[in-house]
């Protein structure tokens, strides 16, 4: 029999009306055996998160504010839950020893945590599936990081003793028993960790949305959506800006080859987005896949006549870099010169420092710093088998007057990234949206 780990967002879950859908859809298929639910999000758009509630809470508590009124409302959004679903459920103990532990304050990621955890606990009652702390299955080492192999080995034995179980998204515990949390929006990597601790077939991913859009439809209006995605497109993709899936959420499904699919819950027949790890689906139509990119990049210019020759150049250009803890993000060069970009807020307050190192050790005969670079990375694993992709992201470019200042294609192929004005940004997605999607 299958398994499929299903996880649903925030607005999934965010009132009765919508755990009703949850489990329509939860039992609409008896593969969904596994459920990682988020806290409720908003109801309305002027609306506030629980998430959000609950980090206020904490602060009130740290600046000794009184939060009995403020707490009522999270206590209400939980009680109006239940009781529009009819459930005969009393986490009115829950509730006091939450608002107790979060006045003797306890931590911050504690406070933050309890949003899912609840909503585990009436989902798992609503359902009639069994609940699994993540306090017990999800752990992160002494340093903060996540501990894969403990948590996958732990995870697995505690879901071979359910048939079917809710297990609440977003937190775990560190060695010392306190509770931890992923960044936001770690819900989905849950569900992933689920995923593979279950060795599911499937692990979808519902949100309110049906799935990717080839590009951010705050700037092209109703963008085609993406059918199928390579994990390696996607992790490009998501890495330039575009969001709906936690960047973090891939890595556990990807090591064991678990598609992920971007579901809709209020429309649950649209298909959604296939993430996969290989396809030899190509779209020969549009070649590309997705096109996403950020603004508030610089670029630090080297120059060096016979830089060419220099052995050691680049090393000791990275090792200034690295001492100063900067990251960057490409570094395209030509025969007396070398280029690094960065991002600006990266650069914020070393600038000076970092200019006058590089000048010294490499003794350039110019370091200068270039800002408002934006960056746009067109995505596709059908471009390695496409002639004159390139060309046409050029010539679509040229066409609407935008001036190119960098270009990189990497190896394989699958993405080319060019560095533009800042200003240029939204009329190069544009351009190069047009020219490939019809
Ligand atoms: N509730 C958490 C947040 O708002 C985690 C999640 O929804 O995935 O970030």
Same mark, same amino acid.
């Given at each position: 029999?299958?398994?499929? $780990?299903?996880?649903?967002?925030?607005?999934?879950?965010?009132?009765?009306?919508?755990?009703?859908?949850?489990?329509?859809?939860? !039992?609409?298929?008896?593969?969904?055996k596994f459920v990682v639910p988020s806290a409720p999000g908003k109801r309305f758009g002027s609306d506030t998160k629980v998430t959000d509630m609950l980090y206020t809470c904490y602060s009130m508590v740290k600046n000794r504010e009184n939060i009995d009124e403020y707490y009522k409302l999270i206590t209400e959004r939980y009680n109006g839950i239940i009781a529009d679903l009819g459930l005969n459920f009393d986490i009115s103990g829950e509730?006091?020893?939450?608002?107790?532990?979060?006045?003797?304050?306890?931590?911050?990621?504690?406070?933050?945590?309890?949003?899912?955890?609840?909503?585990? +606990?009436?989902?798992?009652?609503?359902?009639?599936?069994?609940?699994?702390?993540?306090?017990?299955?999800?752990?992160?080492?002494?340093?903060?990081?996540?501990?894969?192999?403990? *948590?996958?080995? $732990?995870?697995?034995?505690?879901?071979?003793?359910?048939?079917?179980? =809710?297990?609440?998204?977003?937190?775990?515990?560190?060695?010392?028993? *306190?509770? !931890?949390?992923?960044?936001?929006?770690?819900?989905?990597? *849950?569900?992933?960790? =689920?995923? &593979?601790?279950?060795?599911?077939?499937?692990?979808?991913?519902?949100?309110? =949305?049906?799935?990717?859009?080839?590009?951010?439809? &705050?700037?092209?209006?109703?963008?085609?959506?993406?059918?199928?995605?390579?994990? &390696?497109? +996607? &992790?490009?993709?998501?890495?330039?800006?575009?969001? $709906?899936?936690?960047e973090d959420a891939i890595f556990p499904v990807r090591y064991a080859n678990i598609p992920i699919n971007i579901k809709n819950t209020n429309a649950p027949e649209d298909a959604g987005t296939m993430i996969v790890s290989e396809t030899n689906e190509y779209d020969t139509d549009r070649i590309i896949t997705g096109i996403a990119g950020k603004k508030g990049f610089s670029v630090i210019n080297i120059e060096k006549d016979m830089m060419n020759g220099e052995i050691g150049f680049g090393r000791k250009v990275l090792e200034v870099l690295e001492d100063n803890e900067i990251s960057f993000e490409h570094l395209p060069s030509g025969i007396d010169t070398m280029s690094i970009i960065v991002s600006s807020t990266a650069l914020e307050n070393k600038r000076d420092k970092v200019v006058n190192s590089i000048t010294r050790m490499v003794k350039a005969d110019s370091v200068t710093v270039e800002d408002n670079l934006a960056l746009v990375a067109i995505v596709g694993r059908s471009m390695v088998k496409a002639k004159g992709t390139a060309a046409r992201v050029f010539d679509s470019m040229s066409n609407a007057g935008i001036n190119i200042r960098m270009i990189d294609q990497g190896s394989s192929e699958i993405s080319i990234i060019v560095g533009i004005e800042d200003h240029d940004f939204e009329k190069a997605l544009d351009a190069i949206y047009n020219e490939f999607v019809k």
């Open positions: 029999m299958q398994i499929k $780990v299903v996880k649903f967002g925030g607005s999934s879950l965010a009132d009765a009306q919508h755990f009703r859908q949850v489990a329509s859809i939860i !039992k609409a298929d008896p593969a969904r509730l006091e020893y939450i608002k107790n532990a979060l006045q003797h304050r306890s931590g911050r990621d504690f406070a933050a945590s309890r949003g899912e955890y609840l909503n585990g +606990l009436i989902l798992a009652k609503y359902l009639g599936y069994d609940f699994i702390d993540a306090e017990n299955v999800i752990f992160f080492k002494e340093n903060g990081s996540f501990d894969e192999e403990l *948590t996958n080995k $732990v995870m697995s034995e505690e879901l071979k003793k359910h048939e079917r179980a =809710v297990i609440p998204g977003f937190y775990g515990v560190m060695p010392n028993g *306190t509770i !931890k949390t992923f960044s936001r929006g770690g819900s989905d990597i *849950t569900g992933s960790i =689920v995923a &593979r601790a279950a060795s599911a077939d499937l692990y979808e991913n519902w949100t309110d =949305v049906s799935g990717f859009m080839m590009a951010d439809p &705050r700037i092209i209006k109703n963008p085609a959506s993406i059918k199928t995605i390579t994990y &390696r497109e +996607l &992790r490009e993709l998501s890495y330039m800006g575009a969001t $709906v899936l936690h």
